[in-house]
Each structure stands twice: as structure tokens, then as C-alpha cells.
């Protein structure tokens, strides 16, 4: 099994609700990575988790919330967000240090009104 | 420090036309080197990689080759199709770290 999965493919939320986006791997991985990526741009690294403990916070803003329940599964809790966060969040994995490939899912298609 | 630069976009072709995206990096080291594809509505996956200096990498008709003196890595494919339409972006990771550096994307469409 070399996927991996996102949930929900697509999420419209106003600016007082609160969702969570979901990832799974079963792959094996150690390193589970949230990008944000805008229309016509590269994906842009928001957090990574290494071994279930938070390991890069891209100076995210708070409204996001990173969790790792365990090696195979990322969630990201998102609260109060601003409708320019509008983006596809995309999860990733990889066996461990950057220096071989990542492993990307569909993304989640996030709108905000 | 570490970057990459992609040919900017977007790149029109007809079908069964030559393609080069171009790709240049500056490293320290010797990092391995990436294509990555993203069809529309899709995340990314991987098209190639080479791992050290004139390694080729090559998948579904494309190639690229890990170029040290010209620190290029340039992606190409002899006939193009319809299907290759999407976006293909170079990455390089940021060695001893969980960080990669993405290009900026070339969008590619191809017309039949």
C-alpha cells in the first residue's frame, strides 16, 4: 500500500466553525508533512511531524492545530479561519529525513466563507 | 543557500511535440534530485528522481538528467499527449532536514 489518504476531498466552512482535515499512511513512514498550496503556486510546508512529535512549525498562525494520534494518522484542527486561507491542504509522508521522495495525498479542497 | 529555479509557464504544445522544462539548482552537496507531476485536481506525485550527478531518471516516457557541472535538471520528453497536461514542478530537498525546496511549477498543456 503506497497511498496516501485524505479527508474530505472538498470542505466549506465559515470563519466561526471548526473542522479537521484527516491523513493516513500505512506505509510505514516516520515523517507526516501538512502543506498549504494556492492556485497556480508550489506547495508551501506548513508542519511536519517526526516520530508523532512536532518537528517543523512553519510559523503557521494559531487558528491551525496540528495533531499526530499515532505514526499512521495526521489531523489538522482548523478554528476561526479567514477566508484567505482558502486553499488544497495537502499531506505528505516520507521514510524519514528529506533526501528521499514524499509521498503525496489528493489533498483537501478548503473554502472558507 | 539552497534554490531552484523552474522555467516559468505556461508551456503550450501540440501533441507529439519535443518538451523541455528547464530546472537549475544551487546545493550544497549533492542532494538528490526531483520531478514531481500534478494533474488537475490531484496532489503530487513523484515522475522521476536521480540520486547523484549523471544519474538519469526516467518514467513514462520522460527523462531527466542530474547534471553537476551545469547544476542542472532538466526534465524532457520526445512526443508529448494530451494526457501529459498538468502542472511539473523540480523539488530538492534541504539536506539533514524534513525540508524541500519546490520550484515554482510549469504548466503544461498539451492540444491534440
Known amino acids: 500500500d503506497t497511498e496516501v489518504t485524505q479527508t474530505p476531498k472538498h470542505l466549506v466552512m465559515g470563519m466561526t466553525n471548526k473542522k479537521s482535515l484527516k491523513c493516513e499512511q500505512h506505509m510505514g513512514h516516520r515523517a507526516m508533512y501538512w502543506y498549504k498550496q494556492k492556485a497556480k503556486k508550489p506547495p508551501e510546508l506548513m508542519f511536519v511531524y517526526s516520530y508523532e512529535k512536532l518537528s517543523i512549525n512553519e510559523s503557521v498562525p494559531s487558528r491551525f492545530s496540528p495533531e499526530c494520534p499515532n505514526s499512521s494518522l495526521l489531523n489538522l484542527h482548523l478554528h476561526a479561519l479567514q477566508p484567505e486561507d482558502s486553499a488544497l491542504y495537502l499531506c505528505?509522508?516520507?521514510?524519514?529525513?528529506?533526501?528521499?521522495?514524499?509521498?503525496f495525498g489528493p489533498g483537501t479542497r478548503l473554502t472558507v466563507l | 543557500g539552497d534554490s531552484v529555479t523552474q522555467m516559468e509557464g505556461p508551456v503550450t504544445l501540440s501533441e507529439e511535440a519535443f518538451l523541455t522544462i528547464n530546472c537549475t539548482y544551487t546545493?550544497?552537496?549533492?542532494?538528490?534530485l526531483f520531478w514531481y507531476v500534478q494533474y488537475p485536481g490531484e496532489g503530487l506525485q513523484l515522475l522521476l528522481k536521480a540520486t547523484k550527478a549523471d544519474d538519469k531518471g526516467s518514467n513514462k516516457g520522460f527523462e531527466a538528467t542530474y547534471r553537476k557541472e551545469t547544476t542542472s535538471f532538466h526534465l524532457e520528453k520526445g512526443s508529448v499527449q494530451v494526457s501529459d497536461s498538468a502542472v511539473y514542478f523540480c523539488a530538492l530537498p534541504l539536506g539533514g532536514t524534513y525540508k524541500y525546496i519546490f520550484g515554482t511549477g510549469t504548466r503544461l498543456k498539451v492540444l491534440a
Open positions: 505528505a509522508s516520507s521514510q524519514g529525513l528529506a533526501g528521499g521522495r514524499q509521498f
Open positions: 546545493a550544497t552537496g549533492y542532494p538528490s
